[in-house]
């Protein structure tokens, strides 16, 4: 595990959380680690600890008022776990919470304003431990899981001082008469993400201003609860299950709701919406839904002014709707819809600011609201400017965007008064091939013009001459030229993007042009030096951010960078640079993050960084370099700078240092560094904090190794070949002082055989050891004297021994202990005496056989033991008499025939997979009332009987997968209406499974199951298990199938987010196999882990109009990827080009073949990180990973490739020429499917590269 050091890590998530709760943030003062524990930042009168794993809460100083904490391991605050805090904001955020001690904020009951105890485990609300909170307004335990609020709980003084209160994602099913009415100042409340189905007309106060009731089950809008919330101004209703016959008229004499989301349900034209006394909503959400013309109900309203049909089905827009809202509609968006035309009454909506049309089929508009400041066309079929545009008033739009339709010619008789006020245009994704001098009028006021992704062969010299106001210029992906585009100053353009081009040279001189530009974009193109050529000038550059990510570059002319002082950012990473030179990057007063990642440096000269006082990160991974010099660095950062270094991956060998530098995190893993040299340490020791070694050579550390550090937090060292620490290793040389700081020690897959005595005693703040998969037979008796460890991981050892004697320093304050993978025979009582305080105990796959009643007496605190994996024999219910706070229990591969007696009534989690239970009665889980997951995976079960879940009415996991279950009948499920997820995969023995067997699982979520084999005989299709589960959202199928035809066809669910099919035996898919999955609204596709070594043309042509699409085919067998397989005609490519997958297109693990088949993915991976924004994370992680293998003679597709080894798609660059000769070739003409390909091989590679 890594932690950062860097505050925009960190104080950023509780910063976020802070502003959440409506406190300020303070920006001035830089975020330090925290004096109290250097593993915080620290700021001002704030503390955030992120990712720290904290075992119980951290000290904090005295005139400490805000603590954010997140993601750590607290459990339970007991009373004096805040002991005298008088804290105003506390976050408690992912820090597995489950209780909270009655006192726990006692003294803190006049002061807390603000709490978060959001990603916990509460299941049901801590009131006990809040009533006495006397001025708590902000109140947040979301994703939690709760699932019932008692209405006769008293809510003490939060009745009156709390005004918003967050429950979502919890478990609600119903809220009861009177659950909330208590709360009598309460604003707010956000109920979104839970099950609920319903709501007692009185469950909520009537005081509520805003209520979220998103992404529930309610098939009604809840009118009952409504008319008794005379103040409700904002109502979300977003993602239920609406639908117009379940739906009653509301009929309320005095509503003052303001605003109304009704997206994402199943509404249609028959639904209708009735107040009494005329609607006053003001805006009105109604995207998602299947409505053909703006409903009625709408036209009834008296006052609304923002409305929004995006997402539907509207062919067309009466003059009786625009008759009906001319008079105070200011917002209108009907995007995503099937409009050919719009009436000339549009015209008369004289209050309109703001049209959306995106995405629909328009020609032409001959109509506009006459005072638009907002237009948005995008998507459509124009061919020119709309001609209604000179039907609007002079200088009142400020916003028109055109992109992505047919416009091919831009010039300046196309605009007029309309756009003596337009700022911004964007005509990119259109069919633009010249631009001409004179296209953009002298009148045009633009400051943001967007030009990318067109075809644009020529641009001419004084195109932009015009434009003396424009601040931003966008022309990714849209010249071919190769030459930079501009030749006449812009002097306010502060903005410039010229990414994914074919732009080879770039000078000084040209970039001189724009005197006021911050940001420069020029990656993905084919620049090898940067500039081009440098003419010293006395200009003066204020560029900030300057990305050349992913060209050819190769050298950096240091003279004209050294101009650049304002320069904050400079990302050089996937580029040629060999040797980076002295002073390479010199005087530059603000550079915080510089990137070299991913080029081919072997050498970096002295002084290569200097006078760089404020960087922050600088990137060095995945090079060459065989050498790390601490001389690289003069004058490099500060000490209220926190410094990182990255050079893993690197291939160093030797530590050098003469010079003393200021890093606060150097990361060194993956390399091949055999040992570290005292000296070393001595450069990086005044200000190091995390050191991370992974992934080395090192075969042992020398006494005082790290001794000179005396800020070093966590040291990591694991992954390496250590197999022996000198007892000195982490003592200072100094008068042999101790190492105080450390409290992170990772020393895991070494090969450690023995510690020596008292090995850590000098590392006295030392809570998080790890020692996992060493050589380890016994531990010392004083081995961890003088720490405070917390978490001790013994893992995956040799040790027969339970260390009782090397633990009893360490009793007081260790909790958690991992023993798993050992060789452990025999436990008893006495063992575990002097660590009575433990939470969490791992024992699995050790030799235990008998346990004596009384094993675990002493441990009456532990939440967490997994027994798994050993061959025991015992009474079970007086071996847990002992542990009543028990939460989560391992029991898997122990033999068991039947389930225990088990007396655990806190029991949240039991794992019994791999045992010879072959059913259960209710009698056997009587007392396991509480619990939420049950794994019985790999059992002997043959049915699934009602029975069974009798008292398990709790259950959120379920998984019965790789049993010999043979039938499914229905009432298999009856009792699990809370299930969430459901895996019942690998059934092999599988013959029948009855319609209607899904119906009780209500709320279920996802399921893991094997595809149907037998639909023909009767048995239930998916589509039928999908219908019956209407809140299912991710369905994983194991197809055993060789071919994916009709298996998901007539599948129709709502909430279906994603879908995954896999199957070893799978070889072919079928073109229309996800046919039946186009209505959904958002959809990721893994087809994956098969045989399946090409896809179909078309595959994806069925999903086009899912608004946000994403396709993963990871690790199958695919050699080729044709570009028919997404876009079956140039149609598709042309109007939506990588928006046609918003979501990305993940293609690592197979093993493709370097060469035109797939040099378009690389060129469409490069234009969707920029179209689309990258998507997410994981998914631009997936580009960067994506490879194909070069052939032996693969041309011109791996010139610079080692046959057979592996290349980036990302860097892929294909010659179109001999990829056209290819495509055009003999063999390639033979089948209509590879003249298609061929075709579109041609075109793709021409406009994406």
């Not at 700021?43 to 997140?70: G, I, N, Q």
């Not at 812009?490 to 080879?504: A, E, F, Q």
């Not at 040299?677 to 070694?693: D, P, W």
């Not at 009782?804 to 009582?829: C, I, K, M, P, W």
Request: with cysteine; glycine share 4%; charged share 20%.
């Amino acid at each position: 595990m890594r932690w950062s050091w860097c505050a925009g890590r960190v104080l950023n998530v509780a910063a976020a959380l802070l502003l959440a709760a409506g406190l300020p943030v303070p920006a001035a003062a830089p975020a330090r680690p925290c004096a109290a524990n250097a593993l915080c930042l620290c700021r001002a009168d704030h503390l955030a600890c992120d990712h720290v794993p904290f075992h119980r809460f951290p000290h904090t100083e005295a005139d400490t008022w805000h603590v954010s904490v997140s993601r750590a391991h607290l459990g339970a605050l007991g009373e004096t776990a805040l002991d005298s805090r008088r804290l105003r904001t506390l976050v408690l955020v992912a820090s597995r919470l489950h209780h909270v001690d009655t006192g726990a904020f006692s003294s803190m009951t006049s002061t807390l304003a603000s709490l978060d105890l959001g990603y916990n485990e509460f299941t049901e609300i801590p009131i006990e431990a809040l009533q006495e909170l006397r001025v708590l307004n902000w109140l947040n335990l979301q994703n939690n899981y709760i699932s019932d609020i008692d209405p006769t709980m008293d809510w003490g003084f939060l009745s009156e001082s709390l005004s918003s209160l967050s429950l979502s994602n919890n478990h609600l099913v119903v809220l009861r008469e009177g659950a909330l009415s208590q709360l009598r100042r309460l604003a707010q409340l956000d109920l979104d993400g839970n099950r609920l189905r319903s709501l007692a007309a009185t469950a909520l106060p009537p005081t509520l201003a805003l209520l979220r009731l998103s992404d529930n089950l309610l098939s009604h809008v809840p009118c009952a609860s409504l008319e008794l919330l005379p103040r409700l101004q904002h109502l979300h209703l977003r993602n239920n299950v609406l639908r117009s016959a379940f739906n009653r008229t509301c009929r309320i004499d005095y509503s003052k709701i303001d605003s109304l989301d009704l997206s994402h349900n199943e509404l249609d034209d028959t639904f209708q919406l009735d107040f009494q006394n005329r609607i006053q909503i003001k805006q009105l959400i109604l995207d998602l839904n299947e409505f053909t013309v703006i409903p009625s109900f709408v036209l009834d309203s008296g006052r609304l002014e923002k409305l929004s049909v995006s997402y539907n089905k509207l062919k067309y827009v009466s003059d009786m709707s625009i008759e009906s809202l001319k008079h105070n509609l200011e917002r209108l968006d009907l995007d995503h819809n099937e409009l050919t035309s719009l009436p000339e009454s549009l015209r008369e909506m004289a209050r309109m600011r703001y049209l959306s049309l995106a995405y629909n089929r328009l020609e032409d508009m001959i109509a506009l609201p006459p005072n638009l400041h907002s237009l948005s066309l995008t998507s459509n079929y124009l061919t020119s400017f709309p001609m209604a545009l000179n039907d609007l008033a002079d200088a009142t739009l400020a916003y028109l965007d055109l992109g992505y339709n047919q416009i091919s010619v831009v010039s300046g008789d196309m605009f007029g008064p309309w756009s003596d006020a337009l700022v911004t245009l964007s005509l990119k994704g259109n069919r633009l091939s010249h631009l001409a001098a004179g296209s953009f009028p002298s009148t045009l006021p633009l400051r943001e013009l967007v030009l990318s992704f067109n075809d644009l062969y020529s641009v001419e010299a004084d195109v932009f001459v015009n434009l003396t106001m424009l601040e931003v210029l966008e022309l990714s992906s849209t010249l071919f030229s190769g030459e930079f585009p501009i030749a006449t100053p812009i002097d306010k353009l502060n903005w410039l993007s010229l990414n994914n081009n074919n732009i080879h040279f770039l000078s000084s001189k040209e970039i001189e042009l724009f005197s006021s530009l911050e940001y420069l974009d020029l990656d993905f193109n084919k620049i090898i030096e940067f500039p081009t050529e440098a003419i010293k000038t006395n200009t003066s550059f204020r560029l900030k951010e300057l990305r050349l990510s992913y060209n050819y570059v190769s050298k950096i002319n240091t003279e004209f960078l050294a101009d650049l002082i304002e320069l904050e950012s400079v990302d050089l990473s996937y580029n040629r640079m060999h040797n980076i030179s002295e002073r390479s990057f010199a005087n530059l007063p603000n550079l915080v993050y510089l990137s070299l990642a991913g080029n081919v440096v072997e050498y970096v000269a002295e002084r290569t960084f200097y006078n760089l006082p404020k960087l922050e990160v600088l990137d060095l991974q995945q090079n060459q370099l065989t050498e790390f010099s601490t001389e690289y660095f003069d004058n490099v950062s500060k000490e209220d700078i926190n410094f990182s270094v990255n050079v893993s991956y690197n291939r160093i060998s030797y530590l050098s240092s003469e010079r003393m530098v200021l890093i606060n995190v150097l990361d060194l893993s993956h390399n091949l560094i055999e040992s570290i040299s005292e000296h070393f340490c001595n450069c990086l020791g005044s200000s190091i904090r995390q050191l991370i070694l992974s992934y080395n050579l090192l075969t042992n550390i020398d006494s005082f190794s790290f001794g000179s550090l005396p800020k070093l937090d966590i040291l990591s060292l694991n992954n390496n070949k250590i197999t022996a620490l000198k007892k000195r290793s982490f003592t200072s040389k100094r008068a042999l002082l101790e190492m105080h700081t450390i409290q992170v020690l990772d020393l895991s897959r070494d090969r450690l055989t023995q510690l020596s005595p008292e090995q850590f005693q000098n590392m006295r703040r030392l809570r998080h050891l790890r020692l996992n998969a060493n050589e380890l037979r016994s531990l010392p008796r004083d081995s961890f004297k003088n720490t405070v460890l917390e978490h001790l991981d013994l893992s995956q050892n040799q040790i027969s021994i339970f260390p009782s004697s090397a633990l009893t320093h360490v009793g007081f304050t260790l909790r958690r202990l991992e023993l798993a993978h050992n060789q452990l025979e025999y436990l008893d009582a006495a063992m575990f005496h002097a660590i009575s305080f433990l939470h969490e105990l791992n024992l699995a796959n050790n030799a235990l056989t008998v346990l004596s009643d009384n094993t675990f007496a002493g441990l009456s605190r532990l939440m967490v033991l997994d027994l798994s994996f050993n061959a025991i024999k015992t009474n079970f219910k007086e071996l847990f008499h002992n542990l009543p706070r028990l939460r989560r229990l391992g029991l898997a591969g122990i033999g068991l025939k039947s389930i225990p007696h088990l007396p655990l009534a806190n029991l949240t989690e039991l794992n019994l997979s791999d045992n010879h239970i072959s059913s259960f009665r209710e009698s056997e889980v009587r007392q396991l009332g509480n619990l939420r997951v049950l794994n019985l995976a790999r059992n002997r079960l043959t049915s699934l009987q009602p029975a069974m879940w009798t008292i398990l009415r709790q259950l959120i996991f379920l998984d019965v997968s790789h049993n010999p279950i043979v039938r499914i009948a229905r009432g298999s499920f009856d009792g699990l209406d809370r299930l969430l997820h459901l895996r019942m995969d690998h059934l092999r023995h599988l013959e029948t499974i009855e319609p209607r067997a899904f119906l009780s699982l209500t709320s279920l979520r996802t399921v893991v199951l094997e595809s149907p084999t037998n639909a023909e005989r009767g048995d239930v299709t998916l589509a039928e298990i999908v219908a019956s589960t209407l809140a299912i959202e991710s369905l994983s199928v194991h197809v055993r199938d060789k071919v994916l035809d009709k298996q998901l066809h007539n599948m129709r669910a709502m909430k279906l987010r994603a879908i995954e099919v896999k199957g070893a035996a799978l070889k072919r898919v079928s073109e229309d196999a996800f046919i039946s999955l186009g209505q959904q609204r958002a959809l990721a596709v893994r087809l994956t882990d098969s045989s399946i070594n090409a896809l179909p043309v078309g595959l994806v042509r069925p999903l086009a109009r899912v608004p946000h699409l994403a396709l993963d085919v990871s690790n199958n067998r695919l050699t080729t990827f044709s570009p028919a397989t997404l876009y079956p005609n140039l149609t598709g490519w042309n109007r939506l080009a990588t928006r046609l997958l918003p979501g990305g297109l993940v293609v690592s693990g197979n093993p493709l073949r370097c060469g035109c088949s797939v040099s378009w993915v690389g060129a469409w991976l490069r234009r969707w990180t920029v179209e689309v924004g990258g998507g997410s994370r994981s998914a631009r992680d997936a580009a960067r990973r994506s490879t194909c293998r070069a052939p032996a003679a693969a041309g011109a597709a791996a010139t610079a490739a080692v046959a057979g080894a592996a290349q980036p798609l990302l860097v892929l660059d294909a010659d179109e020429a001999e990829c056209h000769a290819s495509a055009l070739s003999s063999g390639a003409l033979n089948m209509r499917h590879f003249r298609l390909s061929a075709f579109l091989w041609i075109v793709l590679l021409h406009s994406l590269s």
